[in-house]
T-cell receptor, first 111, second 115 residues
Framework: SQQGEEDPQALSIQEGENATMNCSYK?????LQWYRQNSGRGLVHLIL?????REKHSGRLRVTLDTSKKSSSLLITASRAADTASYFC???????????FGTGTKLQVIP | NAGVMQNPRHLVRRRGQEARLRCSPM?????VYWYRQLPEEGLKFMVY????????ESGMPKERFSAEFPKEGPSILRIQQVVRGDSAAYFC?????????????FGPGTRLLVL
C-alpha cells in the first residue's frame, strides 16, 4: 500500500483562489517533502519539512506537518494558471533516507 | 552545474527486446535512485545505488530488471525481454553524500514504450 496518500486526487480552482492538498502516511518519518510535476516532465522539489517542524513557508507555499496524525498539507495561495500540475508528497524515513511517494493530487487552475 | 541527465528521453522497443536506460547524476552526487511511474500514478521506488554498490533493490522486479552504477560512467537500468507492462516513465534521481542526501534531484525521465 502507498506510504503517502494524497487527497483530493484532483482539484480544479479559479485563478486567484487558494489550493489545499493533503497527504497522509503510515510510518514514522525523518522528514516530508512536496514535489511538483508538470505533465510529461520530471519532478521539481518544492519544500521540505522536518519531523520536528510544524509549519514552513516558501513564497506562496505553506506546508504543515502533524506527526501525531501522520498528515501534512500543502497550501498554494493566490493560485496562477502556471500552478497547474500534479503535486506529490514524499516521506523520507530510515537510516539511508528512503523516499516514498504518494499518489499525487492533480491541480488545475483555470485562468 | 548541469542537472541530472537521462537518456534517451524516449525509447520504443518491441516485446522481447532489451531496454537500457542511462542516468548521469549531478556533479558531486554519489547516490542514485531509480523510480518507475505508470500513467496517472505516483512514482514507485525501484532501486538505490551508490558507486559500485546496490544498497536497496527492494522495489525492483526479481526477474529481467537489473541496475548498476559503475565507478566510471552513468548508472544503467537494464530491462531484458521487455513486455507491454514495462511501458512507463523511468526517473532517475541523485543526491549528495551526508545529510544533504535527504533531497533528491530528479532527471527528466525516460519514457519507454513497448510495442
Amino acid at each position: 500500500s502507498q506510504q503517502g496518500e494524497e487527497d483530493p486526487q484532483a482539484l480544479s480552482i479559479q485563478e486567484g483562489e487558494n489550493a489545499t492538498m493533503n497527504c497522509s502516511y503510515k510510518t514514522s518519518i525523518n522528514n516530508l517533502q512536496w514535489y511538483r510535476q508538470n505533465s510529461g516532465r520530471g519532478l521539481v522539489h518544492l519544500i521540505l519539512i522536518r519531523s520536528n517542524e510544524r509549519e514552513k513557508h516558501s513564497g506562496r507555499l505553506r506546508v504543515t506537518l502533524d506527526t501525531s496524525k501522520k498528515s501534512s498539507s500543502l497550501l498554494i495561495t493566490a493560485s496562477r494558471a502556471a500552478d497547474t500540475a500534479s503535486y506529490f508528497c514524499a516521506t523520507v524515513s530510515g537510516g539511508y533516507q528512503k523516499v516514498t511517494f504518494g499518489t499525487g493530487t492533480k491541480l488545475q487552475v483555470i485562468p | 552545474n548541469a542537472g541530472v541527465m537521462q537518456n534517451p528521453r524516449h525509447l520504443v522497443r518491441r516485446r522481447g527486446q532489451e531496454a537500457r536506460l542511462r542516468c548521469s547524476p549531478m556533479k558531486g552526487h554519489s547516490h542514485v535512485y531509480w523510480y518507475r511511474q505508470l500513467p496517472e500514478e505516483g512514482l514507485k521506488f525501484m532501486v538505490y545505488l551508490q558507486k559500485e554498490n546496490i544498497i536497496d533493490e527492494s522495489g525492483m522486479p526479481k526477474e529481467r530488471f537489473s541496475a548498476e552504477f559503475p565507478k566510471e560512467g552513468p548508472s544503467i537500468l537494464r530491462i531484458q525481454q521487455v513486455v507491454r507492462g514495462d511501458s512507463a516513465a523511468y526517473f532517475c534521481a541523485s543526491s549528495p553524500p551526508g545529510r544533504s542526501q535527504e533531497t533528491q534531484y530528479f532527471g527528466p525521465g525516460t519514457r519507454l514504450l513497448v510495442l
